[in-house]
Nanobody, 117 residues
């Protein structure tokens, strides 16, 4: 079983920065992909970014150039550095681990990020 625990959410002014962290516990495989999704009120959950064990990354167009995802495999931790935040970035951010050989997603409990003046 896999457990994901996020931290680092909060309230920030437009233009500010936040860093989210997610620690995975349980059995983690080298093929597992980790990433971040977000869901704003009334919207569907959407991909923000993901990163493979080898460091390959992918970003939503809306966050390219502003957000950076990174991963510490030794600590089973994934980070999301969010810069130049906009009000439209306000959402609950969910940590995700995708296990390819099971075609299964694991989710964290979510971290609220609010961008407002």
């Amino acid at each position: 079983q896999v457990q994901l625990v996020e931290s680092g959410g909060g309230l920030v002014q437009p233009g500010g920065s936040l860093r989210l962290s997610c620690v995975a516990s349980g059995t983690i495989f080298s093929s597992d992909r980790m990433g971040w999704y977000r869901q704003a009120p009334g919207n569907q959950r959407e991909l923000v970014a993901f990163i493979t064990t080898g460091g390959t990354t992918n970003y939503a167009d809306s966050v390219k150039g502003r957000f950076a995802i990174s991963r510490d495999n030794a600590k089973s931790t994934v980070y999301l550095q969010m810069n130049s935040l906009k009000p439209e970035d306000t959402a609950v951010y969910y940590c995700n681990l995708y296990r390819f050989f099971l075609e299964r997603n694991y989710w964290g409990q979510g971290a609220q990020v609010t961008v407002s003046s």
